[in-house]
């Protein structure tokens, strides 16, 4: 039986995972019954479940069986899925739609969670042919809470810790079809930082601006200042976004106010980019400022690092994929300026993050992901737990300890 037959055997039951989440969505790092339905899932097949990990994460150890030679280096492989849903109200009208009023999985992590447990499923029967282990890391809070690095600090690298780590995302993210998997060794996301710029002028009336310091015209300024960190300050071969999504001043036509408030995303795949744009916006802002006789402060917030897949471990995930869904459905992925934070793991560890293309359109299945009509193809979920069990078999198989090249 090759590795895609075992998933489309317990086809049933991965659908039935993803409907049950589905049903139940769940916040940020408040995966409780997500985590409850795991950690027992997991017992059930026999696998070592500590529960708790970073909050409401869950991670199971499963011991490969097959003998080895004594004083053999064991490898270990993990593989991460995120439980978290969206405060999205669902408008997909499914008969297993969202039960909690305004939540809902509006990007597809109950897939994953389904995937990694018919992963976990179809491993866990096979344990007595292979050496190693395989590490199943269900984390919550991937949506801006950090779930990743809750775990990370909790120990979900330790005892054993992984050689490699795998993760993969549904959707039509990253121009992959369906039923296609879609893999990019280096960058493939940016890191996801945000800033306020807060403007203290001096309010007045409308008709005497002379006597006024205008935060509004200052704050206009600032903003078309800032697209010269892009297109000016940063090399125009470094992938990067400065965007300003929130202005908020002023009460009434005639009133200049007091101050001014900006909100913004800061998004680039260098590591050290970073610091550098938050130097360029605090210059900007407060040069700006200081020029117009106002006075602007700058909070700079850094939130998920760049997702980085290690070029090796990629390609060797590939070709694991490729033996299950062939070669000509394995597409190189484009990169995008989302955030996510399995990057948090692969700073640690050498891992790729892969897309796995679930839209249909012939199904009506074409929404992007955060859409209140965001669905996933179920027919394609064993496809991803097959390419996650025929990858750990692959990384387990080879001889020795995983050292990098
Ligand atoms: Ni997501």
Redesign the pocket.
Known sequence: MTVRERAKAIEDKIIAWRREVHRHPELMLDTVKTAALVSSALREMGIEVREGVGGNGVVGLLRGEAPSTPGEAIRTIALRA?MDALPVKEETGLPFASEIPGLMHA???DAHVAMLLGAAKILSDMRKEFRGNVKFIFQPG??GAGGARLMIEDGCLEDPRPDAIIGA?VGSLWNVGNGQAGFRPGPLMAASDRFEIFIQGKGGHGAAPHASVDPVVVGSHIVTALQTIVSRAISPTEPAVVTVGVIQAGTANNIIPDTCTMKGTVRYMKRDLGPYIKKRITEIACGVAAAMRAEAKVTYHFGYPPLVNDEDLTNRVRASAAKVVGEENVVTAGMTMGG?DMAYYLEKIPGTFFAIGTGNEAKGIMYP?HHPKFDVDEDVLYIGSAIFVQACLDFLGEEGPYLRK
Do not use: F, Q, R
């Open positions: 995120d990007c597809g992590h991937e949506e995302h996510e992901n």
